[in-house]
């Protein structure tokens, strides 16, 4: 995939200089609309923070939630002032430079993966989503994707679920029967 250099100006390659997309003085697109929606989403959790015990005591259960999304809400205020009065960029659009197509599918993938990782369980619905993603994300032949996808696998696997014991979704992949096998197999049922 090509970075996105603007025609206008070869010394932006989108890479951070703490400059809204290495512009000083302009507002990128979704820039005002996200900024509105931390003020209100600080605001909400200040709220909810509240609840728990509302100004009670500094040692209260609601004191450092409080602190935090107080500290929240003012940042967010912060920026809110500083980007109103910004005026918007003409050559960046939300669609191309700030939430491209790809970057929906991959959303769209994870939300996916999210909803099937119960019923599948986690080898399947992992291996779906890693082939998927690498397919778009590489553009390369199904081979590579299937060996990386499916390595990959492997590892987190061997990783997360036989190093550590983490317990994952079986699914309808019986792993319970083939790890016991394996112990039967290598361990003599130990």
């Known amino acids: 995939m090509q970075d996105h250099v603007h025609p206008h100006d070869s010394a932006r390659d989108g890479s951070s200089d703490a400059t809204p997309g290495g512009m000083p003085g302009k507002r990128r697109p979704g820039e005002l609309l996200f900024t509105v ?7 909400v959790l200040l709220w909810n923070a509240f609840g728990i015990s509302g100004f ?46 790809l970057a929906i599918v991959i959303v769209l993938l994870l939300v996916a993966y999210g909803l099937l990782l119960r ?15 690498i397919k778009i994300l590489s553009r390369r032949g199904w081979g590579f994707t ?18 550590f014991s983490v317990l994952m979704p079986a699914g309808i992949v019986p792993e319970g029967e083939m790890l016991q096998a394996l112990r039967d197999l290598f361990g003599g049922g130990v």
């Open 119 to 133: 019923p599948l369980g986690f080898l399947p619905t992992s291996a779906l989503f890693l082939i998927a993603a």
């Open 37 to 43: 929606f931390l003020v209100l989403f600080s605001g």
């Open 56 to 101: 009670e005591a500094l040692s209260g259960p609601g004191a450092v939630p409080m602190a935090t999304a107080a500290v929240m809400l003012v940042s967010a205020l912060v920026v809110l002032v500083r980007t109103l009065p910004l005026p918007r960029t003409t050559d960046e659009t939300v669609m191309r430079d700030i939430l491209p197509p």
């Open 146 to 163: 299937v060996a990386v996808s499916l390595g990959s696998l492997v590892l987190i696997y061997l990783v997360f679920r036989i190093v």
